[in-house]
């Protein structure tokens, strides 16, 4: 037995379970450090990068020399990335290190590996934080400095953040950036550290990149972006630049006056070189949607009991409404919006096969879609982070933004603003997709809200007709839920659609009986779909 094999440690039950790795096909242990740090970076150099999987060796590991002298190579690195396809010494460029936790531990491994190797790009990452290192060597000394980003396949280290806009390219990894963008603020920033806080500066921030993005001549180099050698401090003021001169402007039914970004120079730099490389406009819908989850997800789950309504039940439920072209569609708890994202796919889809079969262009084909975006869809939410939430979702996959108000939807809707009574009215929609906040502690008791409701009046059961009879007295207060039936069955034209998220004892409680009386007086139920 070789001193090597004697610390090998014996199999664990972990270690017995194996997955087929991204870059190799071989089969490897399916450890934490496996699965959440190699495989994903592995996959992200390759998506991401545009590296080929011929440039990178993963199984067997690659080995570097642990000093000038060590013929038989040390140390074996967990990501190796050449510069060409022939996988040698004098080809290495980029070595990723993932079995050190910490990214101060993680660092200093690192840089052992590169110090007698060829490799000048370095990266630390452990699945949830990495760090980007470059290797410089000056008057014989070596020395590294961090970087905003790794360069791409082909590109030079020099030209990190100067990509112009039509170098930025699609993801299919906008989660885990986020991911790493989350854990990254929470463990680093002083003062904000909580998601419900992080989040609305990850709006801001995300809003300057859509404006880029969509602004900027495709041989223009782009305004978000970190640069090598550029100061957080000029990275800062450049954005910050851009959100109070230009997207407060644009995005005026977004952002206020005193909306500014709070975040310290050194943040604002890290998100920017995090982003920079991708146009995420042209990202997939679902990818967005994760990336989302991500980052907002955590921030909603609070005492009024929002969350994010699970994709396949919102697919179920827009499926079985069926929407169409010229359907008015309306969320009045829109929450991240979910539901009018999903509807508004749909009615995209059928718009595309419309315009392939009458041959209209690709322009024609984005300007219908927008033009029904911004007529035909509409969503309340009394939380102004959530409307901005929905706000930043629509305009990220085509707009539809300006439908969207931040009102209470059981209010009296004389109290709405001018521009929430406009474009919402009662009897005007032809679907209502919702999921409205409901929980145990959840309770409405403002008597002029509860008073404009039939089902905020107690009801009486008369034994002799075997029906309920409304009377004038007020319930001292209500589930939001409840009410939220009878307001959206208001917003529907005749045979409109409501498709709605109920706690299940609404239909089955007998002290429930008179919701579902009123309910079968005012519409015909087609489905009911129980859930977990």
């Given at each position: 037995m070789t001193p090597e094999e004697s610390l090998t440690p014996l199999p664990t039950e972990e270690t017995k379970k194996t997955i087929a790795d991204y870059i190799s096909g071989k089969s490897v242990a399916a450890t934490p450090e496996e699965v959440e740090a190699v495989q994903v970076f592995s996959k992200r150099l390759v998506e991401d990068y545009g590296y080929s999987k011929e440039q990178i060796q993963t199984r067997p590991?690659?080995?570097?020399?642990?000093?000038?002298?060590?013929?038989?190579?040390?140390?074996?690195?967990?990501?190796?990335?050449?510069?060409?396809?022939?996988?040698?010494?004098?080809?290495?460029?980029?070595?990723?290190?993932?079995?050190?936790?910490?990214?101060?531990t993680g660092l200093r491994q690192l840089k052992n590996y590169m110090e007698h190797s060829p490799a000048t790009v370095g990266v630390w990452f452990n699945g949830k934080e990495h760090a980007y290192i470059r290797k410089v060597i000056k008057a014989g000394t070596v020395e590294y400095a961090e970087l905003p980003n790794i360069p791409r396949n082909g590109q030079r280290l020099e030209d990190i953040g100067r990509f112009k806009r039509r170098d930025l390219r699609p993801t299919n990894?906008?989660?885990?950036?986020?991911?790493?963008?989350?854990?990254?603020?929470?463990?680093?920033?002083?003062?904000?550290?909580?998601?419900?806080?992080?989040?609305?500066?990850?709006?801001?921030?995300?809003?300057?990149?859509?404006?880029?993005?969509?602004?900027?001549?495709?041989?223009?180099?782009?305004?978000?972006?970190?640069?090598?050698?550029?100061?957080?401090?000029?990275?800062?003021?450049?954005?910050?630049?851009?959100?109070?001169?230009?997207?407060?402007?644009?995005?005026?039914?977004?952002?206020?006056?005193?909306?500014?970004?709070?975040?310290?120079?050194?943040?604002?730099?890290?998100?920017?070189?995090?982003?920079?490389?991708?146009?995420?406009?042209?990202?997939?819908?679902?990818?967005?949607?994760?990336?989302?989850?991500?980052?907002?997800?955590?921030?909603?789950?609070?005492?009024?009991?929002?969350?994010?309504?699970?994709?396949?039940?919102?697919?179920?439920?827009?499926?079985?409404?069926?929407?169409?072209?010229?359907d008015y569609i309306v969320d009045p708890a829109c929450g991240s919006g979910g539901f009018l994202i999903n509807a508004l796919e749909r009615v995209w889809q059928i718009v595309e096969s419309e315009g392939k079969r009458k041959s209209w262009s690709a322009t024609q084909i984005e300007?219908?879609?927008?033009?029904?975006?911004?007529?035909?869809?509409?969503?309340?939410?009394?939380?102004?982070?959530?409307?901005?939430?929905?706000?930043?979702?629509?305009?990220?996959?085509?707009?539809?933004?300006?439908?969207?108000?931040?009102?209470?939807?059981?209010?009296?809707?004389?109290?709405?603003?001018?521009?929430?009574?406009?474009?919402?009215?009662?009897?005007?929609?032809?679907?209502?997709?919702?999921?409205?906040?409901?929980?145990?502690k959840l309770r409405i008791d403002d008597p002029q809200i509860l008073s404009q409701y039939e089902l905020g009046h107690r009801w009486i059961h008369d034994r002799e007709t075997s029906t309920w009879q409304k009377t004038n007295d007020l319930h001292d207060s209500q589930p939001p839920q409840i009410l939220f039936v009878e307001r959206c069955l208001e917003l529907l034209r005749d045979r409109g659609i409501l498709g709605i998220v109920l706690p299940e004892s609404l239909f089955c409680n007998p002290s429930h009986r008179y919701i579902l009386e009123f309910l079968t007086s005012k519409a015909r139920i087609k489905a009911i779909a129980s859930m977990p």
């Open positions: 590991q690659f080995r570097v020399r642990s000093s000038p002298s060590d013929e038989q190579k040390k140390y074996p690195i967990d990501i190796a990335v050449f510069a060409g396809l022939e996988r040698n010494e004098e080809n290495l460029f980029l070595i990723v290190e993932c079995k050190e936790p910490t990214k101060k990894n906008l989660k885990a950036v986020f991911k790493d963008i989350r854990n990254q603020l929470a463990g680093s920033m002083t003062g904000i550290t909580r998601d419900q806080e992080l989040a609305p500066q990850i709006i801001i921030l995300l809003f300057c990149k859509i404006y880029d993005e969509l602004n900027r001549p495709p041989d223009e180099i782009v305004s978000f972006r970190a640069g090598i050698g550029e100061s957080a401090e000029d990275v800062f003021k450049r954005i910050d630049s851009l959100f109070e001169d230009e997207v407060k402007e644009e995005y005026d039914d977004v952002f206020d006056v005193n909306d500014n970004i709070t975040l310290d120079e050194k943040s604002v730099h890290y998100v920017v070189g995090e982003l920079q490389n991708y146009c995420i406009i042209e990202a997939e819908r679902d990818v967005i949607s994760d990336a989302f989850q991500v980052f907002i997800g955590p921030a909603l789950t609070g005492p009024e009991g929002q969350f994010f309504t699970p994709r396949n039940v919102i697919k179920l439920i827009v499926a079985l409404a069926e929407p169409m072209p010229k300007k219908r879609k927008a033009r029904l975006a911004s007529k035909y869809f509409r969503g309340i939410d009394k939380d102004a982070f959530l409307t901005k939430v929905t706000k930043a979702y629509m305009a990220l996959v085509g707009d539809g933004r300006g439908g969207i108000f931040c009102d209470n939807s059981l209010e009296v809707s004389s109290n709405w603003r001018e521009k929430t009574r406009d474009k919402i009215k009662p009897r005007t929609f032809n679907l209502v997709l919702t999921n409205p906040p409901f929980g145990k």
